[in-house]
């Protein structure tokens, strides 16, 4: 009780650097905290020598003056009538774990990071100096939590944290997570937290704690990366064109969202190089896995074009693909990546420009040749006239041999005059059928209407197959259109009508004449169907808003996609996915 060491043991010998026999009897302050620097470590001692501490953090000094960091327990022994006999004091090193400390508080000034604890019950909060720095607050400003202070949202909802972080400790739900916060000055920032629970014997939580740190300028980063895939997912979207990687070496591939849109794969679809070959119509497969080896085996761009069954629909599309060769730098495997886009449009539109170009060879041929036979004929007939003495008999045979090559002529000139001017209307037909616009629509009924059986027979397996749909509804005559539709025209489904013009009783006309008496218009999409190019029915067509197309019969694959490519068509078949 006096204060005078009675023992101490070898250990703190080692320890403080003093001899037994200097320490036994000496009196506090000891040598070992009585240097007139160290007043604050003496008082520190003195409370656990007079019992108001049995615990402290403080500094102890060796011979030579070196201090410690120590931490010191006190056990105090008493006697029956409560007066104390003697204290056992305990010196544990403290250095190497301040050693640790220091390392972690330089890491968090690397790093910027925050470390905070709450201790349980009481909520009691403690933390390094860069909570405070990161949120924005001055070293000595005490945090406050409530909103007025900090705006915290996570995943894009407000977390207020005076409420927040008492609910989810009382579930022991994970803190962790990235949080947006703005702060009392309008500042925008975001942090990472990593949270974690301590636990007592019993298993009861009486400390959260773990770190903060801001993200914003990643964050920022992250953001603009996912803008720019949105917009290059957008643009690929749009022009129907996605992206691929082909593993050379693992005989594997993987392809962007998009493209698994635009070809349509199955979600168990195989992924080797084989099963893409197999999705190629066959008459392109073996020229185009020939290709493939020789760009691979001369490291040079690969090019194909080829049609494409897509395995989700069997709907048949042209693609073009491009791919140049690279290594992966993680294993070293080569890669092939590229693109793939769907080129049906352009395609079909080149076969339109071919029937186009064919029709126009027709009109030059027939001005070149044609034409030209009954004028060399009247030319000859007229300079025989003009140079020879004939009877009348023979005169009058000239003149009507005149007369029919004119008529001829004329015969020619109009049919000419005919073909150009139909020219004319498809392509002004056809640009403004692929500009019109419907309302959309959940259900797409097909109507094949044709008084020839033959004709419907044909038309039925043609619709079934390239129109995907298993029960066209088939009518023979625009009488029996009308009665269905009259008792059918639904709101949510849109009616497509393949329509003959040429039937017995009530023909495509009367049939087009009753829908827009009666304001179906937006419920129905028509496609006349003709068995021969009259330039007066297609610009009788033209008249009808709800006309979409004007065919040649019969209906062959190349047509049908043609009809799949209006619009609205073409986005109800685009949702058939």
């Known amino acids: ?20 026999d200097e320490l036994i009897g000496c009196n506090h ?16 001692l003195q409370s656990l020598l007079n019992g108001s501490k049995s615990i402290l953090a403080t500094r102890l000094y060796n011979r030579d003056g070196i201090p410690k960091p120590v931490q010191v327990k006190a056990t105090r022994i008493l006697d029956k009538s409560g007066k104390l006999l003697r204290t056992y004091l305990s010196f544990s090193d403290r250095t190497e774990l301040k050693r640790t400390l220091e390392l972690l508080n330089k890491a968090s000034d690397v790093a910027r990071m925050g470390a905070w604890e709450i201790s349980l019950p009481g909520y009691k909060t403690t933390y390094n100096d860069w909570v405070p720095r990161i949120l924005g607050y001055s070293k000595n400003q005490p945090i406050r939590f409530d909103e007025e202070y900090l705006k915290v949202f996570k995943n894009h909802d407000p977390f207020p944290l005076h409420q927040k972080v008492p609910e989810y400790i009382a579930e022991q739900k994970d803190l962790s997570g990235e949080y947006r916060i703005i702060t009392e000055n309008e500042k925008e920032l975001w942090v990472q937290i990593e949270s974690n629970y301590e636990r007592n014997a019993e298993g009861e939580v009486f400390k959260v704690f773990g770190t903060i740190q801001e993200i914003s300028e990643l964050k920022k980063r992250e953001l603009e990366l996912q803008e720019a895939k949105y917009w290059l997912d957008e643009s690929q979207r749009v022009s129907r064109m996605g992206h691929f990687v082909i593993d050379l070496d693992d005989d594997q591939w993987e392809v962007s969202d998009v493209l698994n849109t635009v070809v349509g794969l199955t979600d168990d679809y195989p992924t080797t190089i084989e099963d893409w070959f ?9 020229e185009v896995r020939e290709e493939f080896k020789k760009a691979i085996e001369e490291q040079r761009v690969y090019r194909a074009r080829y049609e494409w069954k897509r395995p989700i629909d069997k709907r048949i599309i042209w693609l073009e693909v491009t791919g140049e060769q690279s290594i992966n730098d993680a294993n070293g495997h080569r890669l092939m990546v590229g693109t793939v886009r769907d080129i049906s449009e352009s395609v079909q539109y080149l076969q339109s420009i071919e029937e186009q170009n064919q029709r126009l060879k027709e009109v030059a041929w027939a001005q070149s040749h044609l034409v030209r036979a009954p004028i060399t004929r009247v030319l000859g007939l007229i300079d ?5 003495e004939l009877s009348t008999t023979d005169t009058n045979e000239l003149l009507s041999h005149i007369q029919n090559s004119v008529l001829e002529l004329d015969e020619m000139v109009k049919d000419i005059v005919k073909k150009t001017e139909l020219l ?27 008084d020839d059986p033959i004709v419907r027979m044909i038309h039925e397996k043609v619709v079934k ?13 625009g009488a029996d259109v009308i009665e269905y539709l009259k008792k059918e025209a639904g709101e949510s489904a849109l009616h497509l009508l393949l329509l003959d013009i040429n039937m017995p009783g009530i023909d495509g006309w009367g049939v087009l004449n009753y829908i827009q008496s009666s304001e179906i218009e937006e419920k129905c999409a028509v496609v006349m169907l003709s068995s021969s190019s009259d330039g007066e029915d297609l610009k009788k067509s033209f008249k009808y808003s709800f006309v979409y197309d004007y065919i040649e019969k019969p209906l062959n694959n190349y047509k049908i996609e043609k009809i799949k490519s209006l619009s609205p068509i073409k986005d109800y078949f685009k949702r058939l996915k």
Not at 384 to 388: F, K, R
């Open 1 to 20: 009780p006096e204060g005078v060491v009675m023992d101490v043991n070898s250990a703190f010998v080692h320890f403080s650097g003093f001899s037994a």
């Open 424 to 450: 004319e209307l498809e392509s002004t037909f056809n640009t403004f059928s692929r500009n019109k616009v419907l309302k959309s629509f959940d259900n797409l009924i097909i109507h094949v209407i044709d």
């Open 278 to 286: 197999a999705a190629m119509l066959p008459k392109y497969r073996n």
């Open 29 to 44: 302050p000891f040598p070992f905290c009585s240097c007139a620097e160290n007043e604050n470590e003496t008082k520190k």
């Open 384 to 388: 025989y006239l003009n140079g020879t």
């Open 465 to 477: 197959s390239g129109l995907y749909s298993e029960n066209p509804i088939i009518h023979a005559d």
